[in-house]
Structure formats: structure tokens, C-alpha cells
């Protein structure tokens, strides 16, 4: 990802001043950093909070697409705001998967008054990918249980009971991604699906996102971005 966010930002006419790999590249290119307009960090869940705090006392702004720190989300956010810093994270960049997101906020809307329907979600990655489930299938899951009356939390594993979201996990050669979120009941089901066919879109979907947070303070998600309806 880190490349291929290089390269498009590049192509949109962008000036890369850094390069941050590890922590020495933190302490060798901070004049760069400070230098710079917006940080994109796509780096690894035990890296990221270390990263997000380096650019909130640098005071720049930063975009991350770094998943599998969901538990620390909100106090992050807290500290955002209470700081007055800049930070726009989304568990997914692709203008597909974030319409994927509204469709699913809709349908969830219709179907909690359907309790007939039992509601599971599926994600395939490549096997490389670190976390599990993936950061979209939690906004996924995330997103129907505040709406569905029903379900209180999700799980990762076989559900105890009806208020628990089944996320069922893959990890399977060459799969970029694939999601689906699936509403059943003993006569039929319904099925959406999001499949990313490469990482071209995630990579562009970050340096738009980096051009519109430019200039603005506070903590943004790409629904901000996109102006979805939250």
C-alpha cells in the first residue's frame, strides 16, 4: 500500500518530502515531517498509535488506513479533538467499499424490522493481511448493530446466542478482498457483496482523502470525505 500511495500521489502532482519505515526514519526525517502538509500512514496495528501520537506533537496531519486498533479508536479520537489535531482514519479508502458501507447502514435500516432475518457477515484477504476480522468487516458489523435492535456485539468465532454478529474470516491466496453480508431466514436470503478486484482504488481513495483534509482540524472518517450520510 505504501507504494502504490507513493506512486498515485506522484501522479496527482504531489511532492513526497519522507519516507518513514521505522522508527530511525521517525527520528532522522522529523524536520521533513514537519515540513510536510499531510502524513499517509499505512503501517502495522502495533506501529500506528506510536505514529498517530508523533504527528499529533508534531501538529501534522495525519491520514492512516491502518486497521486492527479499533479498541483504541475512541480514546484516540478524544484526544484528537481535545488537542485540536487533525486525523482522518477509514478502515477502507475505496469509493466502492464506502458505498458498500451506505448500502449496508440502508439495509440494515429495512431488515430490523424484519426479525425473521438472522444477519451474518463473510471476509476473504490474502493470507499475508495481519488482522482478523478486517477493519471493514468491524465498520461492517459495527454499523448493523447500532442500527438492529437485536444484535449487541459481534464475534469472530461461533455465536453463543442471537445477539451476537457472526464475522467469519478467510485467509486464502491471491484474494485482494472480498465482503458480504448476508440476511437469512428459513425461506430465503439476502445477500450484498463487496470484491475488490486490486489496491489501485485503496491507494487513490487515501491521497483524495489527504487533499480534502488539508487545512481542516478535528477528526474525520471518508464519510466526511464522500458526504454519505453518517
Known amino acids: 500500500m505504501g507504494k502504490l500511495v507513493y506512486n498515485t500521489a506522484l501522479e496527482k502532482g504531489h511532492e513526497i518530502l519522507a519516507l518513514l519505515d521505522n522508527e530511525q526514519d521517525w527520528l532522522t526525517q522529523t524536520d521533513a515531517v514537519k515540513r510536510a502538509d499531510i502524513v499517509i500512514d499505512f503501517s502495522l496495528p502495533q506501529s500506528v498509535l506510536a505514529n498517530i501520537d508523533r504527528c499529533f506533537t508534531l501538529n501534522v496531519p495525519l491520514v492512516t488506513g491502518t486497521t486492527g486498533w479499533y479498541q483504541h479508536l475512541e480514546e484516540v479520537k478524544k484526544k484528537c ?17 464506502n458505498v458498500f458501507f451506505a448500502v449496508n447502514r440502508y439495509l440494515a435500516q429495512i431488515m430490523s424490522k424484519h426479525p425473521q432475518y438472522d444477519v451474518s457477515l463473510k471476509e476473504v484477504h490474502h ?14 458489523a459495527e ?72 487545512g481542516r ?7 466526511d470525505v464522500l458526504a454519505f450520510e453518517k
Open 143 to 214: 454499523d448493523i448493530i447500532k442500527i438492529n435492535g437485536l444484535k449487541k456485539k459481534w464475534t469472530n468465532g461461533k455465536p453463543e446466542n442471537l445477539t451476537e454478529l457472526q464475522i467469519i474470516s478467510e485467509r486464502l491466496d491471491n484474494i485482494t478482498g472480498e465482503h458480504r453480508v448476508i440476511y437469512h431466514s428459513d425461506d430465503d436470503e439476502i445477500m450484498i457483496e463487496h470484491n475488490a478486484k486490486n489496491r489501485n482504488g485503496f491507494a487513490l481513495g487515501a491521497v483524495i482523502a489527504a487533499e480534502w483534509l488539508k
Open 217 to 223: 482540524t478535528g477528526f474525520y472518517t471518508m464519510e
Open 81 to 97: 479533538m481535545e488537542g485540536k489535531h487533525t486525523l482522518l482514519f477509514a478502515p477502507n479508502f475505496s469509493l466502492g467499499v
Open 127 to 140: 493470507t499475508s493481511k495481519l488482522d482478523a476480522p478486517s477493519g471493514t468487516a468491524v465498520k461492517l
